[in-house]
């Protein structure tokens, strides 16, 4: 009853003449097929990915929020993690930083992030970042606290400060192929 109270509203909701009428149908059920399929090769895409994952030690997935096709990007960005110092050179790698510019004793306040590095590496950072802060109450609350610092770009500079704290938990669990266990509040 309740599809048909739509399509009914649907038909009424437009006066076309029929010949138009009949096109626009058309050009609408290819649109809706075509974002089926395309749904339906995503989950094909993701299923996939889950299975090659299941075949490379990692321990990324561990953290809440971090999902096997952000766990994929970031393994496939950086590689071998024996290659990168430490945690800084990382970061560094993924342009998590904001150049300094000045000049004199003159220091700039508002700063562009960096636009070198490895931009899907840092995509993927800072999107597994939004996600984490989602399901983690430690880095909810510092991103709430670098939110609250600054009335320009806080969303944007808090997001990206997030990634650089989880490019550290990174670096981490796979130099030392460890899972991933959150802090306990201690209570007194």
């Known amino acids: 009853d309740l599809a048909a109270s739509i399509q009914k509203a ?5 006066r076309l003449s029929k010949c138009v009428e009949d096109s626009i ?6 649109s ?7 749904k339906r090769q995503i989950k094909d895409l993701d299923k996939a990915i889950a299975r090659v994952l299941d075949g490379i030690p990692n ?7 971090i999902g096997p096709v952000s766990c994929a990007g970031i393994l496939a960005e950086i590689g071998d993690i024996e290659r990168f110092d430490d945690q800084a050179a990382i970061a560094k790698f993924a342009g ?8 004199g004793d003159f220091e700039a306040d508002d700063k562009m992030l960096a636009r070198t590095g490895n931009r899907y590496l840092r995509y993927y950072l800072v999107e597994a970042a939004n996600l984490v802060r989602r399901h983690e109450p430690e880095y909810r609350a510092f991103y709430q606290k670098k939110y609250r610092e600054v009335h320009k770009h806080s969303h944007k500079r808090a997001l990206v ?5 989880l490019v550290r938990l990174i670096d981490a669990l796979l130099r030392n192929d460890q899972i ?4 306990k509040k201690v209570t007194r």
């Not at 809706?32 to 395309?38: F, M, V």
């Not at 998590?96 to 000049?103: A, E, G, I």
């Open 32 to 38: 809706i097929e075509i974002i089926r399929h395309l």
């Open 10 to 14: 649907a038909r009424s909701s437009y």
């Open 180 to 183: 991933y266990a959150p802090k």
């Open 59 to 65: 321990t990324l997935q561990t953290i809440p929020g």
């Open 161 to 165: 400060l997030t990634a650089r704290k």
């Open 25 to 30: 149908d058309l050009v609408l059920g290819s």
């Open 96 to 103: 998590l930083f904001w150049p300094r510019h000045q000049s």
